[in-house]
């Protein structure tokens, strides 16, 4: 090969080893298609204002590689037969997982409470680096933390329940966490 082939061909190689090196494979992608989890979590949302039995409902749902969660209160069990198959009906909705209670009687007091416990957990879980945040979120439902997205891996979910639950006022930990494949 003439010398003056030799640095274009170098060059070359080197930026396929960049682009090989900075692009993880597909299977350590987290998340398949961002876009299409959006459009599911609107259309969910989007039926359930529609619909004349869930509408005044408050009621979380997110998706994660088609693996939807539905979290929130209900206060007739119509309306959660009714959320659930709302949500279940969705294109592209692989799975459902659903975190329902009976409405609380202690009202906004119970919903500031809530916020404040979701704030505390997720920032304290923003700081840990083996837990893919964008692809994850927390909701707090009357003292219990539901884990919702993925993570990238047993351990990381593990982590995440344990340091959720030393959280002032957390009554419980629900686990929705999927793990990098």
């Known amino acids: 090969m003439k010398k003056r ?22 299977a350590q992608r987290p998340i398949a298609d961002p876009a299409q989890d ?6 969910i949302f989007k ?14 749902p997110r998706c994660y590689n088609g693996h939807a969660c539905l979290v929130g209160e209900y206060e007739e069990e119509a309306q959660k037969t ?45 700081k840990e680096e083996n837990i893919a945040w964008p692809f994850f979120d927390v909701i707090s439902v009357q003292g219990t933390v539901v884990l919702v997205g993925i993570v ?8 995440a329940t344990g340091l ?5 006022g957390v009554q419980q930990v629900i686990s929705f966490l999927q793990t990098i494949q």
């Open 38 to 43: 959006r459009r599911i979590v609107t259309t």
């Open 152 to 159: 990238r891996s047993e351990e990381a979910a593990e982590h």
């Open 82 to 126: 009714r959320a659930i198959e709302i949500a279940r009906n969705v294109e592209g909705v692989r799975s459902l997982d659903t975190f329902l209670l009976p409405a609380r009687e202690n009202g906004p007091d119970g919903a500031a409470e809530d916020m404040r416990i979701s704030s505390e957990v997720k920032e304290l879980l923003k």
């Open 5 to 26: 082939h030799i640095v274009p061909v170098l060059f070359l190689l080197l930026a396929g080893l960049i682009a090989c090196s900075t692009v993880p494979p597909a």
């Open 47 to 60: 039926l359930l204002l529609d619909d004349e039995l869930t509408r005044d409902l408050c009621l979380n």
């Open 164 to 168: 959720a639950r030393d959280i002032t």
